[in-house]
């Protein structure tokens, strides 16, 4: 009895220290790539990364508004760290440990990058009410998988294609390439944090 106790111990231990490691590896994954976006868009335009679509719209990233037509604007950790049991609670799953940490970490506008020289968005959190948002969003895309009878995914990264997204599978936590509506899917990573790490900055 105390061996049993003792291994479904060790369990949960090794279980929280997995959670503990992924969930640094993706911050790490993201603090790197915002750091090497602010380098990238400085080198490139001599300023903080620049948006003329986002004046007017609040965010604790704003630095500075130029002339009510451009804000300049810095990616922001959040502290604490958001989570995503609305969405949970509603479609009374739960996700994939990596969707929360991607999407609760930092506030952010949307990141230009490309994979393996494929351009695509990476999808970020500009502001409180943008989170809101996402999650009525990510809740409405599992509900129309679920009556489709498809495996869940989140959606993190837009492409040059209306049909197609970047998502992280809820059960492998894989990253994919999935084809809307469709069981169709490419795997382009194991993981959030390999996909992540290899991402290149476009700006």
Not at 104 to 128: F, H, I, N, R
Request: net charge negative.
């Amino acid at each position: 009895m105390l061996g049993i106790l003792l291994n479904r111990y060790l369990d949960v231990i090794n279980g929280t220290l997995v959670g503990l490691l992924m969930s640094n590896s993706i911050a790490s994954a993201l603090s790197s790539i915002h750091q090497q976006y602010l380098k990238t868009f400085e080198q490139e335009h001599g300023t903080l990364p620049a948006s003329a679509e986002l004046v007017g719209v609040a965010s604790p990233c704003i630095e500075e508004t130029k002339s009510g037509e451009v804000v300049y604007w810095k990616p922001v950790l959040r502290d604490p760290q958001a989570d995503l049991s609305n969405v949970e609670q509603g479609i009374e799953l739960l996700l994939h440990p990596s969707i929360a940490e991607f999407y609760g970490s930092y506030y952010s506008a949307d990141l230009e990058m490309s994979w393996q020289g494929k351009p695509l968005t990476l999808l970020q959190v500009w502001s409180d009410e943008d989170y809101v948002r996402l999650q009525e969003n990510i809740l409405g895309h599992l509900v129309t998988q679920r009556r489709l009878k498809i495996k869940p995914t989140v959606f993190i990264a837009a492409i040059d294609s209306d049909l197609d997204v970047i998502s992280i599978c809820n059960l492998s936590g894989n990253v994919v390439l999935e084809t809307l509506g469709t069981s169709k899917r490419e795997v382009l990573a194991d993981n959030l944090v390999e996909f992540l790490s290899a991402l290149d900055v476009e700006v």
